[in-house]
Every structure is written in structure tokens, then in C-alpha cells.
């Protein structure tokens, strides 16, 4: 009986371990198909770091080309799967390589572009969701192979019990063996496996023999170590796309047009004060704030760009912020499309670009300013050299001919238009802050009452001028005749622009600038200011008037009434006076300007007009030593000196002067231009004449702008500008011998 019994379990044995090793056969190969799956998850997971390298840190063509091929190729691997999920992750990878190729082309044809930028970032983007996909219909392949393992296992779990009962009926011992090689292991991975069924993550299989179920242990555990880097993979790219979005200022948009939902980033609240919370479906909110002007052109150009086959757009509007002001902006995004061409999702990005383009319109101007500047600083050389000419010799002619009224008059009207050119001059210097001024401490209350009578003959009786001077004004840091001339300027242009009666007001107060947005707005460093603000009830400006009112040139008065270089010359002197203008105007109420002029670190009383009479030398003889490479002006200079009694040296050239003074020739005073060719300029001569003969009066002369020639706050040395009158040579010749008596 015994026999037959271990016969029987002999025979029961070799029949379950044939079917036995004919369901390990089947199970044996859905667990090598589960090792080839979990070798394209590593895959998988070595292509999302491949792609969030090439698309955060390093974008470049080859790593996109390479990304691709590893795409397709591993989609190849997928498609030896005979299940539709594998069909459909091989279908996300071949999407991938699309982004990818992509991606390369618009680094080879866009590098260096803000759209590039853009479209590298929303195509990641895209390629993470297709990658997404791939990762997820993977996982329902492996858990589709696993539930063919659990099935097979499971058979082969009852084979094994049925087998293991034959066992115990034979011998406890193989009974025991069976227990402690089989059902220990067995029981572990079901244990396992309930768990990843239940959703844990972290469950590992213990180590076990190295056998088939220590194998089957070490690929299950495999797989998990390989999910979990995966899972660790895609949270880690999750949070990159959510911290880029999230220190972006960018307004970043993700429209589902089949669904109408529409996801904001908090760059929406952040550049324009909106709330980025879930619009209610229908709500098409971008649509309610772009600006009525702007809508119908936007809107037709979306719709040209849905209806079409692009991949992307970019357009520039404007858009309103909550507080209902409008933003210059860029918008630029990424049109994802199903295969049948139709659009799937719309993502963008729309960035605030106001303050850009102001600067740019603000460089513009200032391009615009100093090329005017430049050009006035290079004419006004030579011109002033011809002015000093052509007023001199008028000034010597009208002398001449006081017996011949007729030519008398002709020359009286060349002089005029020489004396008009040169104020055009001075005002074009203005206008380019190239002008020399004088700044000293001044009282602006003293300045304002002093033009009171010249402003009541020159703007006439129907207009009321009212004065709002105030008591505490500080002393300002400027140049007095030339604030003096802005004021009346201004004054002008103040009844030029009242039609009848009116009324102009002039009012002086302190400021003080403080750091921030007041000193911001004004484009003003902090500190204290003296304002003088000039009002009219005239007919006021708009808008477009307003823009260009301190452009070069333009007027708005009728062709030989005005040279458009008024609030120019204002604007040049105060900005070079560190100071700023600010103009404020409203058609049929009238205009404010302001000025800020900058406070005098000390006060000054107001210098008296008599104290700048002309000096006076009693006896106008002796020798002077001229330098001067102009021709003309050297002629005319020398005529003048003869006439008033002194004896000429003439030179060339600074180094010509220079050798003249380290002679023996007597020479009692030296009149030299400050440019001049050669090693040595008028001012080296100047140096050098004091230093060989100290005491000895010298007079700079100069065609140039002060602040080109050297710094005007250097009074070492008399300046006669040019053009000059014949008085103006007398009186800058008296202050050098005058300043030069021991």
C-alpha cells in the first residue's frame, strides 16, 4: 500500500510538474516580457532627464535630434506588443519625437529670439504632457502582463498545493522542504503584489534564494525601484514647469477648446492685477479686456490662426489691467492640433511690455536730441566765426557811413541779421545743453520782479499778469540772463496762445524731491528745488501737440512767426541747469509749465545791474599778441585792436604764439583763440604766457560752446565768445588789464 501510495504520488508529482513546468513555461515568458517592459520604463525615464536637459538647461539642436531618434526607437520596442495599450505609448513617444524635431528647428531657424525662448518652453511643455501619456500607457501594459503573472502565478500556486499535498501524503520532510522553498517565497510576493495593488508604492519583495522565484522577487523589486524613479522623475519636472511659471510674470494661458476651460498662471495677478482662479465656462474674459480699438483686429487675427495649419502666433495689443488702465503687451504661444488638423489646446503667454517700449520711445527721443546736439556743436564754430566777421565789420560800417542814412541803414540791417543768426545760435546751443552758463546762487523773487515791467510793455494791456511770489522762495543755483530769457520766453508763448483778454500768472515755491516715486516721475534726483510755474488761460493743447511740444523745430504757429525752438531752448537750459520742465496743458483751459530749478547750497543777494558795468582800461596802448587760425577773424580782430589804439602781433597757430612769447618782443597782453591746430590750444598759451610773463593780461576767445571747450567755471582766464562786438572785446581787454594791475 505504501508503494502504490508513493507510487501514486510519484505519478501525481511527474503529472503537476509537467503541467507544472508547462505553466512556468507561459509564465516564464510574461516575466521576461515584464523584465523587457521595465527596461523600456529605465528607457522612458533616461529620456525624460535627456528632455528636461535639453529643454531647461542646455537647448540645443543635436540634443533634440538625439532625443528624437531615442523616442522612435523606443517606440519601435512598444509596437512587439501585441496590446492596444502599447499601440497608444508607442503613439505618445512618436508625438515626442515630433516636439523634438521641432524643438531643433526653431533653435537652427529661431536662436537668439524671444520667440525661441518661448516656443522651446511651451514645446517642453508639450512634450512632457506626450511623455506623460507614454508613461501612463505603459503602466497599463505592465499591469496588464502583471495580472497574466498574478493569473499564471496563481495556477501554478494551486499546482504547487496540489503537489505539495501529494508531498505530505508521501513524507513530512518533503512536505516541510516544500514549505520553506515554496509557500514562504510565494506568500511574500502575494503579499507583495496585494499591496501594489492596493496602491503602495514602497513595497519590496525580501531577498531570496537565487532561484526562479529569487528572480522573480529581484525584477519585481526592479520594477518598483523603477517606478519609483520614474514617479520621482515626473514630480521633479512637475515642479520645474510650476516654479518657472510661478516666478514668471508672464500671464501663461492654457485654453481647452473642447472643454472652453481656461487655466491662468499668477503672472495674471502679478503683471496685471487680475485673479487667476478658474473662469466659469463661457467667460471669455481675454476677449472682454483687450482695448475696443484693438479687439477686432486681435480677434480676427486668432480666428485666421485657428482656421489655418500654424503651430503658433505672436501679436501685440493692448490689455486691460483690474484697475481698468491698459498695458502695452506681447502675447506669443503654441496651437496643439489632433490629427485631423482641428485645435486641441491654445497655450500662450502674454507679458506686460509698457515700460520697454517706453524707454525705447524715451532712447528714441534722446537719440533724437543729441544728434541734434551734435550737429548744432559742430556748426556753431564755424558760424559763430563768420557771425564775428560779418557783425563786426556791420558795426564798423554803420560807424562809417553815420553821413549816408541809406547805406547807414543797409548796413544797420546786415548787422541785425547777423545779431539774429547768432541769437538762433545760442538758442540751438540751448536747445542741446551745450550752451556755456554762468550758475550762481540767485534770488528768483529778484529775477521775477525785475522783468515785471519789461513783461507788462511786452505782453500788452489785455492780459492780466498776476504774481504768486512766495515769501520763503529759496535762492536757486542758475544762470540769471538765461533764466531770464526762458521766463520771457515762456511769457510769449503764454499770449501768443490767449486769444483777447486772459490772464498769465507767475508763481514761484519750494519743492523738496523725495527718493522714490515722486523722484521717479519727475526724473529728478532728490533733494530741494525752487519752481517757477508760468500759467495761461489760452486755448491749451492736445494731446498730440502736447508730445512734441519740446521737439526741435515744431510750432504750431503760421510759416514765419516762430522757430519751434522755444520750449526747446527752455528745456536744454533748465536740464542743464540739473534741473526739469514739466509742461501741463488741456485744450480751451490753458497751459502750466513748471520748472524745477535746482536749490543754491547758499544764499546770494541780488546783484546789482551797475556792478557789471563794463570795466574801463584809461589808456588803450601797447602791444597785443593775437593768435587766431582763422583768417577772416584775425583780419577783422586786428582792425579792431588798431583801431583802438594797441599794436598787433599776429600768429596762426598756438605753437606760432608760444614761440613769440619765449622771444624778446615786448608784449603787453595776449588775445588767443582756444582751438586752434597744432601741438598747443589757446588755453596752453594762455598757461604758458603767465607762467613766462606773470602778471600779464590774457583774453581767451571761442567760437565753440563753453562746455566743449574747457570748464567754464574756471575763471582764471576772461572769455570773449564769439561772434563779438567791438564793445564786447573793449570790455573783456579792459577786465584782463584791470585784473592784471598788481
Not at 496643439?336 to 482641428?342: A, E, F, T, Y
Not at 602791444?623 to 594797441?646: F, K, M, P
Request: glycine fraction near 8%; charge should be negative; aromatic fraction near 6%.
Amino acid at each position: 500500500m505504501a508503494r502504490l501510495i508513493l507510487a501514486g504520488a510519484l505519478v501525481a508529482v511527474a503529472v503537476m510538474a509537467l503541467m507544472v513546468g508547462i505553466g512556468w513555461h507561459w509564465t516564464k515568458s510574461d516575466i521576461d516580457a515584464v523584465a523587457e517592459l521595465q527596461q523600456l520604463r529605465d528607457r522612458a525615464t533616461e529620456l525624460s532627464i535627456t528632455m528636461d536637459y535639453a529643454t531647461m538647461l542646455r537647448p540645443d539642436a543635436q540634443v533634440f535630434a538625439d532625443l528624437a531618434l531615442d523616442a522612435e526607437a523606443l517606440a519601435l520596442d512598444l509596437e512587439r506588443f501585441p496590446e492596444r495599450s502599447a499601440r497608444l505609448a508607442a503613439q505618445q513617444l512618436l508625438e515626442v519625437a515630433h516636439q523634438a524635431r521641432a524643438a531643433g528647428e526653431t533653435l537652427t531657424l529661431l536662436r537668439g529670439t524671444p520667440i525661441a525662448d518661448d516656443r522651446l518652453r511651451l514645446i517642453g511643455q508639450q512634450m512632457r504632457i506626450y511623455h506623460y501619456d507614454f508613461v501612463e500607457g505603459l503602466r497599463a501594459l505592465l499591469a496588464e502582463r502583471h495580472r497574466r503573472v498574478f493569473e499564471r502565478m496563481a495556477w501554478l500556486i494551486a499546482a504547487f498545493v496540489v503537489a505539495t499535498l501529494v508531498l505530505l501524503l508521501a513524507t513530512t520532510l518533503q512536505a516541510t522542504t516544500l514549505h520553506r522553498r515554496l509557500f514562504g517565497p510565494l506568500a511574500a510576493i502575494d503579499g507583495a503584489l496585494r499591496a501594489v495593488a492596493a496602491g503602495a508604492t514602497t513595497t519590496r519583495i525580501p531577498a531570496l534564494r537565487q532561484d526562479e522565484l529569487g528572480r522573480l522577487a529581484a525584477s519585481f523589486n526592479a520594477m518598483m525601484d523603477a517606478r519609483a524613479a520614474a514617479d520621482a522623475a515626473l514630480r521633479l519636472s512637475e515642479e520645474r514647469f510650476r516654479s518657472v511659471v510661478e516666478v514668471s510674470t508672464d500671464a501663461v494661458s492654457d485654453w481647452n477648446v473642447a472643454t472652453g476651460e481656461v487655466w491662468w498662471s499668477e503672472g495674471l495677478r502679478r503683471s496685471f492685477g487680475h485673479d487667476p482662479s478658474p473662469m466659469p465656462l463661457g467667460e471669455n474674459f481675454w476677449h472682454r479686456h483687450l482695448h475696443p480699438d484693438d479687439r477686432d483686429r486681435i480677434t480676427a487675427l486668432f480666428e485666421a490662426v485657428r482656421g489655418g495649419d500654424a503651430g503658433s502666433w505672436h501679436a501685440t495689443y493692448r490689455f486691460q489691467r483690474a484697475d481698468g488702465t491698459y498695458a502695452e503687451v506681447r502675447d506669443v504661444g503654441v496651437i496643439l492640433r489632433d490629427g485631423d488638423g482641428r485645435v486641441r489646446r491654445m497655450i500662450g503667454a502674454i507679458t506686460d511690455v509698457t515700460e520697454q517700449l517706453d524707454l525705447e520711445g524715451r532712447l528714441r527721443q534722446l537719440q533724437k536730441l543729441e544728434a541734434v546736439g551734435q550737429l548744432t556743436g559742430g556748426v556753431a564754430h564755424d558760424f559763430n566765426n563768420l557771425l564775428t566777421v560779418v557783425l563786426g565789420n556791420s558795426e564798423l560800417l554803420r560807424a562809417e557811413l553815420e553821413d549816408r542814412p541809406e547805406l547807414a541803414e543797409m548796413a544797420s540791417m546786415i548787422h541785425e541779421a547777423a545779431d539774429r543768426g547768432a541769437a538762433l545760435t545760442q538758442r540751438l546751443l540751448a536747445f542741446s545743453r551745450r550752451q556755456a552758463l554762468a550758475p550762481k546762487p540767485h534770488d528768483i523773487n529778484a529775477i521775477v520782479r525785475g522783468m515785471e515791467g519789461l513783461l507788462r510793455r511786452t505782453i500788452g494791456q489785455a492780459i492780466e499778469i498776476r504774481f504768486a511770489l512766495a515769501a520763503d522762495a529759496w535762492p536757486a543755483e542758475i544762470d540769471g540772463p538765461q533764466l531770464e530769457s526762458a521766463i520771457l520766453n515762456l511769457c510769449l508763448n503764454a499770449r501768443d496762445a490767449i486769444t483777447g483778454s486772459g490772464t498769465l500768472t507767475i508763481e514761484t515755491r519750494n519743492a523738496v524731491v523725495e527718493a522714490g516715486s515722486m523722484a521717479a516721475d519727475l526724473d529728478l534726483a532728490p533733494g530741494d528745488y525752487v519752481v517757477v510755474a508760468i500759467s495761461d488761460s489760452g486755448k491749451g493743447m492736445d494731446s498730440t501737440t502736447l508730445e512734441r511740444a519740446f521737439e526741435p523745430f515744431f510750432t504750431t504757429k503760421p510759416v514765419g512767426q516762430g522757430t519751434g525752438l522755444g520750449l526747446s531752448m527752455v528745456f536744454g537750459f533748465v536740464a542743464q541747469s540739473k534741473g526739469q520742465v514739466r509742461l501741463y496743458s488741456e485744450p480751451g483751459v490753458g497751459t502750466t509749465v513748471k520748472l524745477y530749478l535746482p536749490r543754491a547750497a547758499i544764499a546770494r543777494a541780488p546783484t546789482d545791474r551797475s556792478e557789471s558795468a563794463p570795466l574801463r582800461h584809461a589808456a588803450r596802448s601797447g602791444t597785443i599778441l593775437l593768435a587766431e587760425d582763422d583768417h577772416l577773424v584775425r583780419q577783422h580782430a586786428v582792425r579792431l585792436l588798431r583801431s583802438l589804439g594797441y599794436g598787433v602781433i599776429e600768429a596762426e597757430s598756438g605753437d606760432a604764439a608760444l614761440a613769440i612769447l619765449e622771444g624778446d618782443i615786448p608784449i603787453d597782453g595776449v588775445l588767443t583763440d582756444v582751438i586752434m591746430p597744432g601741438r598747443s590750444n589757446g588755453k596752453a598759451v594762455a598757461e604758458r604766457a603767465r607762467a613766462l610773463r606773470p602778471g600779464l593780461p590774457v583774453v581767451l576767445s571761442s567760437a565753440f560752446p563753453g562746455t566743449i571747450v574747457f570748464d567754464t567755471t574756471d575763471e582764471t582766464f576772461p572769455l570773449l565768445r564769439k561772434p563779438f562786438t567791438r564793445d564786447e572785446l573793449v570790455n573783456k581787454l579792459d577786465e584782463a588789464f584791470a585784473a592784471a594791475v598788481p
